[in-house]
């Protein structure tokens, strides 16, 4: 990942807050398998890491007492905060987890966010200290592998540097090792999902109405102009074996700690 700024990022969130939910079919998707995941313990706490809209907010209050949100997107917080009175949020940077948060959760889930984190190795060794004794965490975010049939486009096309590079599923579990988190049995499965749009648009406009297009891949070369688009288009419409078919498979790691 490049040195994208995270003010990037968040205000290209922010920007789609109101229409987020409408569009976020993967992450609701994805969000819904990770709450597969997790037992039903009778938490007291829980953190959301990236809480986006707080889609999942009633969910998570079905697992925990209590519900906190964290966001680096201020529009994102704001519309937690008016949907969602009850729930506590935090204003801030999941990659610099120590300075917001107190040690007190026993549940910590984040869900299609950590993607955008710039220090996934740091933000694994912060767990155990916003965490209490007993406690686990759950993450869901998408892999290398991700959008594979997007990039193969772009690449046809002679164009690269489009998709952004994802973390791969080894270097997930090497900073998983390299957070030594001794005190936990840590489980990492990864899971592909597919979905079905009626043409390569349908997938860019997806993408772009969610807020997930910054780029952060430092091969692009140029901005994404009209004749790109115009050759993506012709060139997917030319190769897709049914008509209005557009397939997207999305590689997803769940990570499960559990406190030993
Ligand atoms: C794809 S949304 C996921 C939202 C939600 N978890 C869901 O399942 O719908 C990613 C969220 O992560 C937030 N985000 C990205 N980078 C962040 C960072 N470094 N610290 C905190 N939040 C961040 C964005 O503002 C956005 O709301």
Redesign the pocket.
Known sequence: MSATS?NE??DN??SKTKFYDQY?RI?KLS?QMLLERIPDLNFQRVLDL????G??IPNLQELARQVTC????EQ?IGFVKAHYPTVDTIL????DLDNYVKSNYDLIVS???LQ??QNLPKLFASIPRCSTKKAMFAFAFPVEGSLSELKQAFRAIGEDGFINEFYTEAQVKQYLADAKLNNYSVSVTTETVRLVYPGVLDVLRSISK?G?YTNTNEKREHRLSKKIIRDLVQYTQKNSEKANVFNISWKICFIIGTRV
Not at 50 to 53: A, I, V, Y
Not at 92 to 95: A, L, M, T, V
Request: proline share 0%; hydrophobic share 45%; glycine share 16%.
């Open positions: 995270v990022i968040i969130f922010g976020s992450q969000g990236g809480c986006g809209t889609f999942f964290l966001d680096a997107s994102m801030g940077n999941f990659d869900n299609y966010s955008w984190s969610v997930a």
